[in-house]
């Protein structure tokens, strides 16, 4: 197992809250997260924010390949010395919103998982980044605030049920896989984490209902939860027809004036948005 205090010594390194440095030093906590993910040889593992190796190394035993993108350059020269002994794993300086994500992954021909402790300052960017990627992944494990994870979970009719529930819906089947202490960490940060467990699936829509127009009906939805669709949906300046339109569309589901976002499955919002985008007629 890595020594991170020895590490961060060695090198004269301090980490940087804005880069939402904290850094896993739990051996178990890395194990389990491996073990989530399920990893075997025929997996080509990408992970974000590698720190200084701690996950990689682990990942790097039992996977085919590993691809680590990490964006502070200080960390480059510890991770060539944690990882040198690894000829499985490439260590890419970049940042992963601005990094085409398709040629890192491309020409392997087994499985792509994703595996990473996230930075917690650029969670959810990060997990829609790669739901929405187009890259090939069969599973998604990320360890991040145990309130992101809340919300990912969530049901609807629930108090943490939101836009963001939806949308790991709509690409994933979400479980929660375990709780992780803030204790596990260097340095110690404000709140506890949770891993998360993402599986792809596959939802049946119209070809006429684009994805952009779905997810901006369930922004809209969304943006002011404690009122009904009518009153937060159906005043967005862009749907035509507005709130007669909409309140065709809920008739047509056999659903209430009164139903709110946290009321609708992802199924729903699909039905919902398909019902919205078709033309009106003349």
């Known amino acids: 197992m890595i020594n991170t205090n020895e590490i961060l010594s060695k090198y004269g390194l301090k980490l940087t809250k804005s880069l939402g440095q904290n850094f896993l030093t739990d051996a178990n906590i890395i194990r389990k997260i491996v073990d989530t993910a399920e990893v075997d040889e025929n997996d080509l593992v990408l992970e974000v924010g590698p720190g200084i190796g701690a996950l990689t190394a682990r990942l790097a035993e039992r996977a085919g390949r590993v691809v680590a993108v990490e964006i502070d350059r200080r960390l480059l020269e510890p991770l060539s010395e944690t990882l040198g002994g690894y000829g499985n794993v490439r260590v890419i300086h970049a940042d992963i919103m601005k990094t085409d994500l398709r040629e890192l992954t491309t ?5 792509l998982k994703v595996v990473s402790n996230l930075p917690y300052y650029i969670t959810s960017p990060v997990i829609m980044n790669m739901l929405e990627s ?11 605030q145990k309130e992101v994870v809340g919300r990912m979970v969530a049901l ?35 709140v506890d984490s949770a891993v998360v467990k993402l599986k792809r699936r596959s939802l049946s829509q119209p070809d006429y209902l684009a994805r952009e ?3 901006r009906v369930i922004r809209a939805s969304f943006s002011q939860r404690r009122k009904t669709l009518l009153n937060s949906l159906g005043k967005q300046p862009w749907l035509e027809g507005g709130k007669e339109r909409l ?18 499955s992802v199924e729903q919002f699909i039905q919902l948005a398909s019902e919205l985008c078709k033309k009106m007629p003349s």
């Open 213 to 215: 127009f779905l997810f």
């Open 156 to 190: 609807p009719g629930t108090k943490d049920y939101s836009a963001l529930s939806v949308a790991v819906r709509y690409y994933a089947d979400p479980k929660l896989a375990f709780h992780v202490s803030r204790n596990c960490f260097i340095p110690k940060p404000d």
């Open 107 to 111: 020409g392997w021909n087994g499985s």
């Open 247 to 264: 309140r065709e569309a809920l008739a047509r589901m056999g659903l209430s004036e009164d139903t709110r976002a946290e009321n609708l």
């Open 134 to 144: 187009g890259i090939p992944w069969s599973l998604l494990v990320f360890m991040v």
